[in-house]
């Protein structure tokens, strides 16, 4: 073997990078669940001894803990006095649960993932799937909190404003239904927004359809809006003015067969809003640290949960605009766009 030195390094350095960040997540979602973010970002310049008293913990693990967070840049040191403490921007990312910058979600998403990799692998033997339901509680939760920041700061002040007319109709006084729905985030943010219209959130998953109730009565919206548990190929009513799915069209079985059960709810004039990753056309478009944690996760999750289902279709996280665009066409949409776009998603709008 002809083994090229720098190359070697390079690749061995990558995987220490890659084996820090594994075990920093499990780290992260300690620090978020116990408040220890919370307390440095309130309590500010701290020894380990204030951060365990403040939070009820024992030092000796918070100090181990805050020497792998020092070390990975998230809580900064001072080794002349012995404390740590938060940057302002550290503090955004970390500590506030309503910026859109936060991060403990992502953490979460990412550890619970890594739980059921002992039955993805041998889903690769089988070519069986393991559903979305089948996966550790704290993915949904994770999955909440790591979307609900984009929701939060683009789906009414952008999102919704690049459709054509549909704004206008919300504020008027429009049907919606949100399929695929989750915990309830982005049915509850639309609804705040525009307190004319009512909304309908559907998922497969009674447990999450659960906790959308709760969100929804928690926020005094439960005369506007409701949940139901259905999949996206048979939800009930007709007569919908903007349907919305929000990172979930691929995750389904046969997106296509729920395309054209969207084509039948909508009004003719109606638009279907499709949120999804970001993602280019091509593999090669892809190959990057955002394209990395969206091809991991597809790995992990979203495409067996596709393959759990009938219809199998499996477009993965990095379907692109292409396929999407395919899925619409096929489903009965005559006209299909891209609407806006962030770093993270891609929105687009289909109309029959």
């Given at each position: 073997m002809a083994i090229d030195q720098t190359r070697l390094d390079d690749l061995l350095g990558r995987a220490v990078a890659d084996i820090g960040a594994t075990m920093h997540a499990a780290c992260v979602v300690i620090g978020d669940r116990l408040g220890l973010y919370r307390a440095l970002a309130d309590g500010g310049p701290q020894t380990p001894?204030?951060?365990?008293?403040?939070?009820?913990?024992?030092?000796?693990?918070?100090?181990?803990?805050?020497?792998?967070?020092?070390?990975?840049?998230?809580?900064?040191?001072?080794?002349?006095?012995?404390?740590?403490?938060?940057?302002?921007?550290?503090?955004?990312?970390?500590?506030?649960?309503?910026?859109?910058?936060?991060?403990?979600?992502?953490?979460?998403?990412?550890?619970?993932?890594?739980?059921?990799?002992?039955?993805?692998?041998?889903?690769?033997?089988?070519?069986?799937?393991?559903?979305?339901?089948?996966?550790?509680?704290?993915?949904?939760?994770?999955t909440e909190r790591f979307f609900r920041p984009s929701y939060e700061a683009n789906l009414v002040d952008s999102w919704i404003p690049a459709l054509e007319g549909v704004e206008e109709r919300l504020r008027r006084g429009a049907r919606v239904a949100d399929v695929g729905c989750g915990h309830g985030a982005s049915t509850t943010i639309m609804a705040t927004a525009y307190p004319e219209s009512t909304f309908v959130g559907f998922d497969y998953h009674p447990a999450s359809i659960e906790r959308a109730r709760e969100a929804a009565r928690e926020a005094g919206l439960s005369d506007r809006v409701s949940f139901e548990a259905a999949s996206a190929t048979v939800f009930g009513g007709t007569g919908y003015d903007l349907v919305c799915s929000f990172d979930c069209l691929h995750d389904m079985g046969d997106p296509v067969a729920a395309a054209r059960h969207v084509r039948r709810a909508l009004e003719p004039d109606g638009t279907w809003m499709i949120v999804e990753p970001f993602a280019g056309d091509r593999l090669e478009d892809n190959l990057n640290p955002v394209g990395r944690i969206f091809y991991s996760v597809s790995t992990l999750v979203c495409v067996p949960a596709s393959l759990a289902q009938d219809g199998r279709a499996a477009l993965g996280a990095q379907a692109g605009e292409a396929l999407v665009r395919a899925v619409a066409s096929e489903g009965g949409f005559s006209r299909f766009r891209r609407a806006a776009e962030t770093p993270f998603n891609l929105v687009f709008e289909a109309r029959p």
């Open positions: 001894g204030d951060v365990a008293r403040r939070t009820g913990t024992t030092e000796r693990y918070v100090r181990e803990w805050l020497a792998s967070q020092a070390a990975g840049g998230y809580v900064t040191y001072d080794p002349g006095e012995g404390t740590f403490s938060l940057s302002e921007e550290q503090a955004f990312a970390l500590a506030e649960e309503g910026s859109p910058a936060f991060l403990p979600g992502a953490f979460q998403v990412a550890t619970a993932a890594v739980k059921n990799e002992p039955r993805v692998a041998e889903a690769f033997a089988t070519g069986g799937g393991v559903g979305w339901h089948e996966h550790d509680h704290s993915l949904y939760v994770g």
